[in-house]
């Protein structure tokens, strides 16, 4: 008990601001014991606020009450300055351990992404090797007879017809008289299906565009064909037919790879982008003539443009 109070003395001792220098005093000064009885008032004035601050703390903990001891009272003190240290030391503990945790996710996580990453080029490579007989011909109007016809399958030959006519049969003329082809192939030898495709797209008018047309080649040199003879058998690049019609052919690209197009094109420092085969090709504008491929349509901009 008494070692106890006696380091609560030292500390409120230290704590007490220290007097000032003492000066000689005159003779008719007051006498030393004013002084005296000065600081013992402060201590003893600063013993009963401690003493309250204490009673308070141990009421607030539902510690011993107004009739324990002092040696009870800081010992219930001292039993929660442990509790609460060895509650932190558990928590620095968790903490640290979350921490671990933490890192060993992302680290997993960063796999999953890569072998996702993996998986979905993968799978969009396979897609886009589906389509390597097919293309899209965007801009042909639909016909009279696709508007006559009475069920899904006589639209779609008749749509068919309409694009080998005015748009494959010149393109394929010129590809024979080139050397590319040795006869201009019928129709039915041509194309083995076609089809119209839903599309909600409009012109700056609102006037919506004609429904997209897919087309599947039976032969792979005669897609080739179209691609590489569309530009020689029309006026301009696109393609202007002699019966005034705007239309576009290319190749039936995936969702993925078009997004992936659409966001190159959005970038300032991308020139051109196409495709060949299905691969995205790009050049930059500050090296238009250098031609640069994009590994994957899933890869980010950064890795590709530095």
């Not at 324990?68 to 509650?87: C, F, N, P, S, V």
């Not at 399958?153 to 050397?179: F, H, M, Q, T």
Request: a positive charge; aromatic letters at 6%; proline letters at 7%.
């Amino acid at each position: 008990m008494k070692k106890k109070v006696g380091k609560a003395l030292d500390k409120v001792l230290e704590s007490l601001d220290p007097l000032p220098p003492q000066r000689t005093p005159p003779s008719t000064s007051s006498p030393p014991s004013v002084l005296n009885k000065s600081t013992d008032s402060n201590i003893f004035n600063t013993l009963s606020d401690m003493d309250s601050l204490l009673s308070s703390t141990v009421n607030n903990t539902k510690g011993p009450g107004s009739g324990g001891t002092l040696d009870q009272r800081l010992d219930h003190i001292l039993a929660i300055l442990m509790e609460t240290k060895a509650i932190c030391e558990r928590n620095e503990k968790e903490i640290v351990a979350l921490k671990e945790k933490i890192i060993s996710l992302e680290k997993e996580n960063n796999t999953v992404k890569r072998e996702l990453r993996v998986a979905k080029e993968s799978t969009n490579r396979y897609e886009l090797a589906s389509r390597f007989l097919t293309v899209r011909v965007l801009g042909l109007p639909v016909s009279a007879e696709e508007r006559a016809a009475t069920s899904p399958e006589d639209r779609n030959k008749a749509a068919v017809k309409n694009a080998y006519d005015k748009i494959l049969k010149p393109i394929l003329s010129v590809a024979k008289a080139k050397g590319h082809l040795e006869v201009v192939p019928q129709l039915k030898t041509t194309i083995e299906e076609g089809f119209r495709i839903n599309s909600n797209a409009k012109d700056k008018r609102g006037v919506p565009y004609p429904p997209p047309l897919i087309l599947r080649f039976t032969h792979k040199s005669y897609r080739t064909a179209v691609f590489l003879f569309k530009r020689e058998a029309f006026a301009s690049p696109g393609g202007a037919s002699p019966d005034n019609l705007n239309f576009f052919i290319v190749e039936d690209l995936t969702t993925p790879t078009l997004n992936k197009m659409k966001e190159l094109r959005a970038d300032d420092r991308v020139g051109k982008v196409w495709t060949t085969e299905g691969q995205i090709r790009f050049t930059l504008v500050d090296a238009p003539s250098k031609v640069l491929k994009f590994r994957g349509v899933y890869a980010p901009l950064s890795e590709i443009i530095k």
